[in-house]
T-cell receptor, first 108, second 112 residues
Framework: KNEVEQSPQNLTAQEGEFITINCSYSVGISALHWLQQHPGGGIVSLFMLSSGKKKHGRLIATINIQEKHSSLHITASHPRDSAVYICAVSGNTDKLIFGTGTRLQVFP | NAGVMQNPRHLVRRRGQEARLRCSPMKGHSHVYWYRQLPEEGLKFMVYLQKENIIDESGMPKERFSAEFPKEGPSILRIQQVVRGDSAAYFC??????????FGSGTRLTVV
């Protein structure tokens, strides 16, 4: 079993839909990260959080430390949101442990 | 602030050659991490360095791979005698302290 599990693996949506991507982890962490990767592109760090909730534009990330679970929400989705969204955790050793990613496609 | 710079973006090597991947961290960042993304797989940690020190190399293959982060200049990931299985995207990330990563655009290595 992977230390970081994401669901769903693939997600398609119509423009304007509300999207949720889930992440569960089984190890102790100091922080959880949400990353975005476009096809053939680099990796952009969206959020780093260790408790509660963060919001940036149409993106919202929440974490429940007791349940070892985090969600990434996208409101009013747009085709330009199409990308792979990756959950990663860091512990005392600083290195990131990654989930396998969720491939999101938003159609106009 | 130019961000994390990786070069080259694309690198093609024949089997048996050496590959050198460079990463210049963001200004003021003294922590550098290398990650590898094999085709159709997730990202995996390779090595964590601070200036002139390897802090954690538990994810790096014991043979043919080495990394350095000298006092002056970029961090270098070096792969000797490359094989087809080394074909992957190699990402570098830097941070000023623990956490707070900024990623580079990656180097896509193709071994032919």
């Amino acid at each position: 079993k992977n230390e970081v599990e994401q669901s769903p693996q693939n997600l398609t949506a119509q423009e304007g839909e509300f999207i949720t991507i889930n992440c569960s982890y089984s190890v102790g962490i100091s922080a959880l990260h949400w990353l975005q990767q476009h096809p053939g592109g680099g990796i952009v760090s969206l959020f780093m959080l260790s408790s509660g909730k963060k919001k940036h534009g149409r993106l919202i990330a929440t974490i429940n430390i007791q349940e070892k679970h985090s969600s990434l929400h996208i409101t009013a989705s747009h085709p330009r949101d199409s990308a792979v969204y990756i959950c990663a955790v860091s512990g005392n050793t600083d290195k990131l442990i990654f989930g396998t990613g969720t491939r999101l496609q938003v159609f106009p | 602030n130019a961000g994390v710079m990786q070069n080259p973006r694309h690198l093609v090597r024949r089997r048996g050659q050496e590959a050198r991947l460079r990463c210049s961290p963001m200004k003021g960042h003294s922590h550098v991490y290398w990650y590898r993304q094999l085709p159709e797989e997730g990202l995996k940690f390779m090595v964590y360095l601070q200036k002139e020190n390897i802090i954690d190399e538990s994810g790096m293959p014991k043979e043919r791979f080495s990394a350095e982060f000298p006092k002056e200049g970029p961090s270098i990931l070096r792969i000797q005698q490359v094989v087809r299985g080394d074909s992957a995207a190699y990402f570098c990330a830097s941070s000023p302290t623990r956490g707070g990563y900024t990623f580079g655009s990656g180097t896509r290595l193709t071994v032919v």
